[in-house]
């Protein structure tokens, strides 16, 4: 039938795609629950049970979620912390593993696959014409400390299982199509967020800052890259960016990482547009001393201006009057870090995030004004604010919007336009290609801890609009 | 002279001891600043150079500062951080060296040696008449992350050279006099201050808590104790309790970890009472979350909750009305500590102290209701609000004090009765023995920081008012 589709018009591939859809909605497996194993009893990559989903037998239409479910579970034993939490740090023997396994299942799912100098990983389906422009899906597996195994790995393996469907249907592209496996979009490890989307936007500055970078074990990025078998030769990252209309789209499928489309009951959220994330790096130093004899005239507490400085960026979010403002100090170190010694030395680093670049930025204004006030009240030194990361919103494509709505509606899926508050790699992706984000339900909004949740029928349709929405783009 | 000493009256002796220590006070040793050295260059106990000083001669009679200083030096180079800090654990490697160093040193003092089980070592002047009870002094060796030089070391080194300036004074006790190496004065390991001296003073409630003690490590106390060689064969530790009478008089010499007697130009400090510590454990438990994705009014931060009630600790401190009011906040823990993440679980550690017990109850209690208060504002569980200790004050006894002051008038020190605000071994070893200490200046009061300072000359002082108070209250 490959032959055939190769001239079947698009309106006729279409009413096949949404036929073998529809079946499969109806026949998305349930019991796709899996029996937890230990890192001895699982193979690395599907067994003969799913494997058989490659016959061309009806079921084998439906999205396999029995696979993608044990897939989901095994990758999230490749952890550095015990179940049900997740920790997996870029370049770590847990994360060299966990690439592995997906290379794995990118070679089952016939797809050619090639890495760059820093560990993003490229899985393509050739299209028949290869002179246009591919299409691009893909997502990130590096989990936080102690988060869950949706995060991310969703819009990696459901974009492995989302090809599968597509040849199962016996569909094929005419643009290539390609998955994304990218490096680091958690900042863990060296502080820096989408590290391999940021590279393959062409961020100049990025590949200057990397040649200095260390971790909180002084080990150098590059030494860590090395230890992970990647810029082995050559320290020139520039090698990775891409270029500008090197794809005529980018789509990545993921979790919502908020609640509504769950309190709503909606199925598939059609991201409009990604906030603007910021992260910023504070010092605060004192004299410190020990916790009987200083008495409190005396002080000037580090760890005190820390506390003031945390409260303020919570006030002054909330200030800025919308729903939309969020900040977060999610790291808060004292030292020397003694009972009965007075904070020397604070450090904090603070998240802040807005669709509206502009009251973002003013946020981040009113959190250093603070700063310079705390240092004053409590004659504590600054000795660092440093803006690590100030990032403008992005919006999607209106044409990939058009296709993600028009395949939700051919599934006969409830969907909902909506903003990304999360910021993803797509954020990046979006500097050099057309970009569009697919949600699906998670539970509560979890994410970023051990009860992030989504059902396996929620991620089924994230999986069937993904798949329909890349056939709809991958038509030149 | 040793036989005629003992029958010598009191009267003649005091003045053959003034005489000496007179001479010694103009021939104090300047040059004692020493050479860095690293494990390798030195012996760990004197040179032939300071081992000289055991002749007869008149210069002999002065404290030996060149190997006292070389000592304090030494001892300091058994650290986990690097120079000027100090960092020393009980139990750990450095812990076990730094032992050894200060047990050869009371072996070369001619003391006998005993340790109990949880390594406490005595080292033993036997006096003339054994029947009496003994006199003691000590302090502790083991350094909080990155401290200084001489919390507790001047009072464990400076002990010893006090015995050497009395043996080189051809004096002989008539109690025996015994010096103390506390084990673990600092909470840095178990969190337990004072667990040595607590236990010599019988504290059963520490006895049984020991049994179920854990590091942050997950290691037992009693695992640690025997990677340390102690506790081999029995957890019995009540062995280690003191009968009260034991001694007859227990006298510690410190630095004063405040800067009142530099200020003022003082010598020598006479403590008559010891600031009642107290410390809190408190973990504050919210959802978590994304930081991008969960909107502020969703939100229920426990990092937010602990850098309230650090605030909330100064507040109530203040409030107390009183100069000798202190509180701290040393620790303050985030998880999982993630830029991007909200705190989910927030850990503080909080220290306060008064020389009125009352008054400092009185701000535990308020913590705790401003704790409660916060829990419900932020909608947050208190998941442990725990006083690890709350001890009572201690005052020193009438005739050490005098003994105190007498040696410091007959050696022409100045010197003024003065509290202190840091608590020490001392405060239990008043619970089973009459207590005195003894104070000496240090650099604008700093302690526990690696900038800690006093001068060889102030250590010289604070080394003969100790062994003239220990002469004195070791007559019979």
């Given at each position: 039938?490959?032959?055939?589709?190769?001239?079947?018009?698009?309106?006729?591939?279409?009413?096949?795609?949404?036929?073998?859809?529809?079946?499969?909605a109806i026949s998305v497996?349930?019991?796709?629950?899996?029996?937890?194993?230990?890192?001895?009893?699982?193979?690395?990559?599907?067994?003969?049970?799913?494997?058989?989903?490659?016959?061309?037998?009806?079921?084998?239409?439906?999205?396999?979620?029995?696979?993608?479910?044990?897939?989901?579970?095994?990758?999230?034993?490749?952890?550095?912390?015990?179940?049900?939490?997740?920790?997996?740090?870029?370049?770590?023997?847990?994360?060299?593993?966990?690439?592995?396994?997906?290379?794995?299942?990118?070679?089952?799912?016939?797809?050619?696959?090639?890495?760059?100098?820093?560990?993003?990983?490229?899985?393509?389906?050739?299209?028949?014409?290869?002179?246009?422009?591919?299409?691009?899906?893909?997502?990130?597996?590096?989990?936080?400390?102690?988060?869950?195994?949706?995060?991310?790995?969703?819009?990696?393996?459901?974009?492995?299982?989302?090809?599968?469907?597509?040849?199962?249907?016996?569909?094929?592209?005419?643009?290539?199509?390609?998955?994304?496996?990218?490096?680091?979009?958690?900042?863990?490890?060296?502080?820096?967020?989408?590290?391999?989307?940021?590279?393959?936007?062409?961020?100049?500055?990025?590949?200057?800052?990397?040649?200095?970078?260390v971790d909180s074990h002084?080990?150098?990025?590059?030494?860590?890259?090395?230890?992970?078998?990647?810029?082995?030769?050559?320290?020139?990252?520039?090698?990775?960016?891409?270029?500008?209309?090197?794809?005529?789209?980018?789509?990545?499928?993921?979790?919502?990482?908020g609640p509504i489309l769950?309190?709503?009951?909606?199925?598939?959220?059609?991201?409009?547009?990604?906030?603007?994330?910021?992260?910023?790096?504070?010092?605060?130093?004192?004299?410190?001393?020990?916790?009987?004899?200083?008495?409190?005239?005396?002080?000037?507490?580090?760890?005190?201006?820390?506390?003031?400085?945390?409260?303020?960026?919570?006030?002054?979010?909330?200030?800025?009057?919308?729903?939309?403002?969020?900040?977060?100090?999610?790291?808060?170190?004292?030292?020397?870090?003694?009972?009965?010694?007075?904070?020397?030395?604070?450090?904090?680093?603070?998240?802040?995030?807005?669709?509206?670049?502009?009251?973002?930025?003013?946020?981040?204004?009113?959190?250093?004004?603070?700063?310079?006030?705390?240092?004053?009240?409590?004659?504590?030194?600054?000795?660092?604010?440093?803006?690590?990361?100030?990032?403008?919103?992005?919006?999607?494509?209106?044409?990939?919007?058009?296709?993600?709505?028009?395949?939700?509606?051919?599934?006969?899926?409830?969907?909902?336009?909506?903003?990304?508050?999360?910021?993803?790699?797509?954020?990046?992706?979006?500097?050099?290609?057309?970009?569009?984000?697919?949600?699906?339900?998670?539970?509560?909004?979890?994410?970023?801890?051990?009860?992030?949740?989504?059902?396996?029928?929620?991620?089924?349709?994230?999986?069937?609009?993904?798949?329909?929405?890349?056939?709809?783009?991958?038509?030149?």
């Amino acid at each position: 039938m490959a032959l055939t589709t190769l001239y079947m018009p698009k309106s006729k591939l279409i009413g096949l795609l949404i036929f073998v859809f529809t079946i499969s909605a109806i026949s998305v497996s349930n019991d796709g629950d899996p029996v937890a194993k230990t890192m001895e009893d699982f193979s690395g990559y599907p067994t003969s049970e799913s494997e058989s989903c490659s016959s061309g037998s009806l079921s084998s239409l439906s999205v396999d979620t029995q696979s993608l479910q044990r897939q989901i579970e095994e990758l999230s034993s490749f952890s550095d912390s015990p179940a049900p939490s997740v920790t997996r740090i870029l370049y770590s023997k847990k994360d060299v593993l966990a690439r592995s396994y997906v290379k794995k299942l990118m070679q089952l799912a016939g797809l050619s696959i090639r890495e760059d100098v820093v560990g993003n990983i490229f899985g393509k389906w050739e299209g028949f014409n290869s002179e246009l422009a591919g299409v691009a899906t893909g997502s990130h597996v590096d989990a936080i400390p102690y988060s869950g195994k949706y995060d991310g790995v969703v819009g990696v393996l459901g974009a492995i299982e989302a090809i599968n469907v597509l040849r199962r249907s016996d569909f094929r592209p005419e643009r290539s199509l390609e998955i994304i496996f990218f490096t680091s979009e958690e900042p863990t490890r060296f502080g820096i967020s989408c590290l391999g989307s940021r590279l393959l936007a062409g961020s100049e500055p990025l590949v200057s800052a990397l040649k200095n970078t260390v971790d909180s074990h002084d080990i150098s990025f590059f030494e860590a890259a090395r230890s992970a078998g990647y810029a082995q030769d050559q320290d020139d990252l520039t090698s990775v960016f891409l270029k500008k209309g090197f794809y005529s789209a980018f789509v990545e499928l993921h979790i919502e990482q908020g609640p509504i489309l769950e309190q709503e009951g909606i199925s598939i959220g059609v991201v409009t547009a990604i906030a603007a994330p910021a992260s910023i790096k504070v010092d605060f130093e004192g004299n410190g001393g020990h916790a009987g004899a200083v008495l409190m005239p005396q002080r000037n507490d580090a760890g005190l201006a820390a506390a003031e400085l945390a409260l303020a960026v919570e006030q002054h979010v909330l200030e800025s009057g919308s729903i939309d403002t969020v900040g977060t100090v999610g790291i808060l170190d004292l030292h020397p870090g003694a009972i009965n010694s007075i904070p020397s030395k604070s450090h904090l680093e603070i998240d802040t995030r807005d669709i509206d670049e502009t009251r973002r930025n003013n946020v981040i204004e009113k959190i250093h004004q603070s700063a310079v006030k705390i240092t004053k009240n409590r004659k504590v030194q600054l000795s660092e604010f440093k803006i690590v990361n100030q990032d403008p919103p992005a919006a999607s494509d209106e044409s990939i919007i058009k296709a993600m709505e028009d395949a939700s509606k051919e599934l006969n899926l409830t969907h909902k336009l909506m903003i990304s508050r999360a910021y993803h790699d797509s954020l990046f992706m979006a500097r050099v290609s057309p970009m569009g984000m697919i949600f699906i339900p998670c539970y509560k909004g979890y994410s970023h801890k051990p009860e992030e949740f989504a059902s396996i029928e929620d991620i089924a349709n994230g999986v069937k609009v993904l798949a329909l929405t890349l056939a709809k783009l991958s038509l030149g």
